[in-house]
């Protein structure tokens, strides 16, 4: 019935309420039809949120692969899954014990301490090493050597050397006990804590080493030497992955009472700074006790730890290593006194050195002899101040037997060649002689003399240690902002442009697959750099006008030099590519203080550039280890070219004439390189034409011009330590002079260029970067040295013409600096 009649007749209700029920009814079907959600998914949206924690956590970059020369290792020891492990502070110990227990959460590093293994086999070798062929090989030659003249004739003569054999032997090995060490770990969980905030360490790098400690070959560790504190650190990191500790290798200036018998307990035994007490004579007795002592360990599947580069670095970076013992290792694997052994590169970032800062040292002053109280204050100073964190990395273990084959079939060959045999230079035998006086000297402990083929390997494995050592130091907050005021803000910068530079820095060690030792806020680190530093070093001032602070570095002497310190351990990630902005302005003739937009670009060859860097690299290659031995510093140059393409800082003659058709010209340009690649056919023709080439500087773009003036400040003080030795070298040796009083004048005349405002780097003149310079004008043949009367004499050398081969790179570097 239609509604017109509904009104006719008289329905029961108004029509339009009809309608509303109608579309009610309507409304409820639907509903019916629509999916439902119960109670149980609504309340678990409430109680579970979107987001987990996990959603917010960044990957950290897991440093010191092995390198792409040894595979085998590469692939034995990395698996996908600790690439995403994070970082552990071993200090805090509460957080694991925290479902432990009820006693474990009030007693917590008690209990953890009691939690690790007991590692008990430390065997006594004293005998064994005694009563070995080489060491009674030693006896007879000692004894026929000296004969009746001092000791008497035969049988006594040969007791009294065998005597002296073990109080070498007793004054050497080392005691550990495991106990000690379980008490000693627990001790410095508390201690630690009262002067850093944490201990960190990678936990991918860790189960890595561990992977490698549990194969049942000996462990090789090579730490960087910054602190007295290292070797205790990495017992203590060792210990808490369950790792057994190592022998400890210490320089006997460390033995000073009652600290001697705590590092003997810990692993360390003890080696002379000075292995030949007579000079020039070598102590053919106590070298057989010292291989063997150490061949011995390793053939008992004992590991090894000792410092490649000897004594502790006094400029923050890695200092050029030395073959001594390492040459034991090697010639124990070659010999078969082990299978193999697993070599472990370690480094430390120290957000605030412990030891104090060498200026003494730095200045040209002798070095302060470690005594027993100069420990014990030093103890209590340190436990009464603030020393930020501490950061140690080690590098992923590869085979000592895979880097022999390796080496076999790819031999290394020096920056340097070696000096020529039987020429009339005064450089000879005595110069090894005068080198000895190192922490631990640069030539084999073992009777015979090495081949060079040996000498070689031992180098580019001392090398290769040191550099991927370098290469995954991972900087800390107070690196970072001590390098930043010293490269891009000398005279200052205020808080919010630090800011933005330090947040570019971090991004700029990301793309070289580098971590940083920090996290939080770049302006809160910035500032918790600064309090760390102290007002001594950055001082800061706030400027009402501006609404900011800022900071200004101190760059007068001695301070400069601490500065430094911290800055070398980020300058070692710029130095090749530094080496290649340098050349870059030297080769197209363009002034580092004087860099303005031109009217037009300017160009440059790049067989000069690569040939400019490669010299530069030459002249500083004691500063810095470049490349690995397994790779030339030519062919990494030439990756750094086209870095340098793909960054726009150069550009081809393609590229230029297509600046209107930039995406285009980007993918010709890698069109063009995939196409120079895969033509084997044309090889040679490519190369040629790579060669010759003509590459472009686009000065015209601000950028570009910030990043090479940036660069440039990277090596800047380096090569101005070598202007210095080399300028004072042309003048004032004109004859030979005691290489002590050499020292003193350099060191002099640098400091007076910096006080006459002559200097543009105060940091040039610290005095280890002075006697860097003099080694590597030594290394290069221009300047010799040798020892007479027991003193130490160096002159300017006459052969291959070496006045001319110095003024050449006297003028190289005063162009580098202008």
Known sequence: MSTKNMRTLGGSGPPKQIQQKRLFRKRQANVESEKRFDVETIGAFKKMPSFQPEHFMTTRPLMGACCACMPQSQ????????????????????TEMANAGYLSRWFADEAYALRRPLFNRYPDLSMVVLTSPRVLKAVQQTSNHLGSEILGEGHQ????????????????????????IKLTAWFLTKFLAKFLRSVQVCRGQMMMVKQASEKGVPMVYLPLHRSHLDYILVTLILWHYDIK????????????PVFNSLMRALGGFFIRRRLDTKVGQKDVLYRAILHQYMTTLLHHGESLEFFVEGGRTRTGKAVIPKGGLLSVVVEACNEGEMCDAYIVPVTFSYEKLIDGYYYREQMGMRKVRESFWGAVKGIFRVFFSSYGS?????????????????????????VTSPATP????????????????TSYPNFSLALSEESENTRLLVKALADHTVYTSDQCTAPMATHLVAFLLLTKYRQGTYLRELTKAVHWLVRELQAQHKDVGFCGQPEDVILYAQTLLGDTLVSKKWYEENNDLKLYPNLSLPF???????????????????????????????????????????????????EVAEELCLVIHNEYIFVPPCQTVNAALHDMVEAFISKEILSTETDSNNDSLLFAGKDRRWSDRLALCMDVDDEEVSESFTHQQTLQVNVDRADVRERLLFLVTVLGPALESHLVVAKYSLTELLSEQPEEDFLMNVGESAR?????????????SA???????????????????????????IGLSEQFDARTTLDHYLTLLQSALS
């Open 75 to 94: 692939r034995e020891l990395m698996s996908p899954g600790l690439r995403e492990m994070g970082v552990r502070n071993i200090l805090d110990v509460r």
């Open 157 to 180: 003569a040969k007791q009294q050397i065998e005597k002296s054999c073990l109080v070498t032997i007793h004054k050497m090995k080392a005691s550990i006990s495991s106990v000690f």
């Open 245 to 256: 500790a190592p022998y400890v290798a210490a320089g006997d200036n460390m033995d000073i």
């Open 390 to 414: 501490v950061r140690v990395d080690f590098a992923q273990p590869f085979s000592l037997r895979e880097f022999i084959q390796h080496n076999k079939g790819n031999p290394y060959h020096c």
């Open 422 to 437: 039987g020429s009339t230079s005064p450089v000879s035998a005595d110069r090894a002689a005068m080198e000895s006086g």
């Open 560 to 610: 400069v030099f601490e500065l430094s310190y911290y800055s070398n351990l980020v300058t070692t990630h710029f130095a090749l590519e530094s080496a290649l902005a340098i050349a870059v302005l030297l080769a197209g003739n363009l002034s580092v203080h004087n860099l303005q937009p031109g009217s037009q670009q300017r160009e440059v060859s790049r067989e000069r550039l690569l």
């Open 752 to 764: 007076q260029r910096v006080d006459e405002g002559l200097a543009h780097y105060s940091e040039s």
């Open 767 to 793: 005095m280890m970067n002075l006697k860097s310079a003099v080694k590597s004008f030594q290394d290069l043949e221009i300047l010799y040295s040798y020892r007479k009367a027991n003193i130490n004499m």
